[in-house]
């Protein structure tokens, strides 16, 4: 499974961002997508993840109410809709897969968000 993140850029404070993630190869109906950021000096977070068949969706406390997480199953594509950005938000996003054994095995390429106060 090869994931593509794309969309990252800079933002002010308050707009918005969209980041998509498209995955390619044998992909699993049973996956789950997640999405991760690691802003600098910090550890890798994650913030959103999506079942790829259920569509059930779960948000760190720091994305709530302002990121949202979807996919479209026919473009093997996964969103995460970022609004009312924080300079707090200024990351490397990366995308990633489960694979078979229920771990975040498969990772994209990161891409990086930049929110200027």
Not at 44 to 72: C, L, M, N, P, Q
Not at 90 to 107: N, Q
Request: glycine share 12%; net charge positive.
């Amino acid at each position: 499974v090869q994931l593509q993140a794309s969309g990252g850029g800079l933002a002010r404070a308050g707009g918005s961002l969209r980041l998509s993630c498209t995955a390619s190869g044998r992909t699993s109906s049973s996956s789950v997508i997640g999405w991760f950021r690691r802003a600098p000096g910090k550890e890798r977070e994650i913030v959103a993840t999506i079942g790829w068949r259920t569509g059930t969706t779960h948000y760190a406390d720091s994305a709530k109410g302002r990121f949202t997480i979807g996919r479209d199953n026919t473009k093997k594509t996964a969103y995460l809709q970022m609004d009312s950005l924080k300079p707090e938000d200024t990351a490397l996003y990366y995308c990633s897969a489960t694979s078979v054994t229920g771990k975040f095995d498969y990772w994209g390429q990161g891409t990086l968000v930049t929110v200027s106060s």
